[in-house]
C-alpha cells in the first residue's frame, strides 16, 4: 500500500457486497475457458490466469495472517517477512508467489481460491464497523484502516484481475 490516497469509506455492507460483485464479475472472466486456456501465459507477462487466481489467493492469505496476527496483540510484518511496501520488494514478492504455485494444478488453485475467498468473506462479515474503519485499532494497518487493506486485497484486487483476463481473452481471440 505504497502511499495510495485515502479510500472512500464503505460501510461493511457495502463493502461485502462489492466483494462479491467484484469476485463474481472476476469468475465470469475466466468461468468459459478450459484448463488449456487458464494455463496459457500472457494475461500478464508469463502468468496465466491460473497464475493470477494464486497471486490473488496469496494476497488474502497474506491479509488474513495480519489480521489474524493483529488479533492476538502481535504486529506482523507486512506485506511479508523479508518485503517492505517498496515497488522493487512487491515484485519480488509477487513473484516469490508465482514460483511457489506455478507448477500446481489448475484444480488445486481453483480449489485454494474458492476456499480463500470463503475465508476472508466470513472473516469481513464477522468485524464490525468501527473495527473495519478505525485507523489506531491494528498497530500493523497504520496509516490505514482495515477497511483499506481490504478492498485492496479484495475489491480491487479483482477488478484488476479481471480487467487483465478480459482484456488478454479479447486479444487472444
Known amino acids: 500500500m505504497i502511499g495510495y490516497p485515502a479510500i472512500e469509506r464503505l460501510r461493511k455492507a457495502d463493502m461485502l ?26 494475461v500478464t507477462d508469463i ?19 495480519w489480521y489474524r496476527a493483529g488479533l492476538r496483540g502481535a504486529r506482523p510484518a507486512t506485506p511479508a517477512p523479508g518485503f517492505s511496501w517498496s515497488w522493487e520488494d512487491l515484485h519480488a514478492l509477487n513473484t516469490r508467489l508465482f514460483e511457489a504455485h506455478r507448477d500446481e494444478p489448475t484444480s488445486t488453485i481453483l480449489r485454494a481460491f474458492y476456499r480463500s475467498y470463503e475465508q476472508i ?22 496509516p490505514w484502516t482495515l477497511g483499506d487493506y481490504i478492498r485492496e486485497n479484495t475489491c480491487d484486487h479483482y477488478r484488476w484481475a479481471a480487467d487483465l483476463i478480459y482484456i488478454w481473452r479479447q486479444n487472444t481471440q
Do not use: C, N
Not at 465470469?28 to 501465459?41: C, I
Not at 462479515?125 to 491494528?138: F, L, N, P
Open 17 to 42: 457486497d462489492q466483494m462479491q460483485h467484484e469476485h463474481d464479475a472476476l469468475i465470469a472472466s475466466f468461468a468459459s475457458m478450459t484448463e488449456d486456456e487458464m494455463q496459457r501465459p500472457g
Open 47 to 65: 502468468w496465466s490466469v491460473k497464475d493470477l487466481l494464486a497471486h490473488l489467493t496469496g494476497w488474502e492469505q497474506l491479509f488474513l495472517y
Open 121 to 142: 468473506y466470513r472473516t469481513v462479515a464477522g468485524m464490525s464497523e468501527e473495527e473495519i474503519h478505525a485507523k489506531d485499532r491494528y498497530a500493523w494497518a497504520a
